[in-house]
């Protein structure tokens, strides 16, 4: 091919496109000095640095490929911790549920008690003022009775022992007519 080229330069004129002899020989040789600068000293710092870049980013692919079964790790071990709490909360939830149950139950209780010892002194102190009115209203019904019958009779009524057993009488009569009363107006 070379022979072609050269055959042709030389029959022809010097055509301005196709280079003369001299200087293909000498972009020869500055090719070759250029090809053998680049091969020895350029390329092998080139190539050097391409394999530390792929030794970096390799390194880099395992660190993430660690970090990455770390973080699944990290995130079963979560999942794990969480259902964990989850259950343990149910259980606290349940039991405060039954503890609060029980206090309830416990109150309940004593309520009733302390409403039945409530129910049972106010019984008590009704009972105790009824008899106290009783024996009051008794004392005032027969001081009136003594009075209205000294004055019905015209005499004076002031033996006490006569007394009490006029005004005595006078009140089993009145309880007699008022229990004979009851069961008729029942009726």
Same mark, same amino acid.
């Given at each position: 091919? &070379?022979?072609?080229?050269?055959?042709?330069?030389?029959?022809?004129?010097?055509?301005?496109?196709?280079?003369?002899?001299?200087? &293909?020989?000498?972009?020869?040789?500055?090719?070759?000095?250029?090809?053998?600068?680049?091969?020895?000293?350029?390329?092998?710092?080139?190539?050097?640095? &391409?394999?530390?870049?792929?030794?970096?980013?390799?390194?880099?692919?395992?660190?993430?490929?660690?970090?990455?079964?770390?973080?699944?790790?990290?995130?079963?071990?979560?999942?794990?911790?969480?259902?964990?709490?989850?259950?343990?909360?149910?259980?606290?939830?349940?039991?405060?549920?039954?503890?609060?149950?029980?206090?309830?139950?416990?109150?309940? $209780?004593?309520?009733?008690?302390?409403?039945?010892?409530v129910t049972a002194s106010?019984?008590?102190?009704?009972?105790?003022?009824?008899?106290?009115?009783?024996?009051?209203?008794? %004392?005032?019904v027969g001081s009136l009775?003594?009075?209205? %019958?000294?004055?019905?009779?015209?005499?004076?009524?002031?033996?006490?022992?006569? %007394?009490?057993?006029?005004?005595?009488?006078? &009140?089993?009569?009145?309880?007699?007519?008022?229990?004979?009363?009851?069961? $008729?107006?029942?009726?």
């Open positions: 091919m &070379l022979r072609t080229v050269f055959s042709a330069a030389a029959e022809a004129q010097h055509n301005p496109l196709i280079p003369g002899i001299p200087d &293909l020989i000498w972009s020869a040789v500055c090719f070759i000095a250029l090809l053998v600068f680049f091969w020895k000293k350029i390329l092998p710092s080139v190539q050097q640095n &391409l394999d530390a870049r792929a030794e970096v980013i390799e390194g880099g692919i395992k660190k993430a490929e660690i970090a990455q079964a770390e973080a699944a790790a990290a995130l079963e071990k979560y999942t794990e911790q969480l259902a964990e709490a989850r259950a343990e909360a149910g259980t606290i939830r349940e039991q405060a549920r039954q503890d609060g149950v029980k206090i309830l139950n416990e109150l309940k $209780e004593q309520a009733a008690a302390e409403a039945a010892r106010a019984s008590a102190q009704i009972e105790a003022e009824r008899q106290s009115a009783l024996v009051s209203l008794r %004392a005032e009775a003594i009075d209205l %019958a000294s004055g019905v009779i015209g005499q004076s009524l002031s033996d006490d022992a006569k %007394a009490a057993s006029l005004v005595d009488q006078f &009140l089993a009569d009145l309880e007699k007519s008022e229990n004979s009363a009851k069961p $008729e107006s029942v009726n």
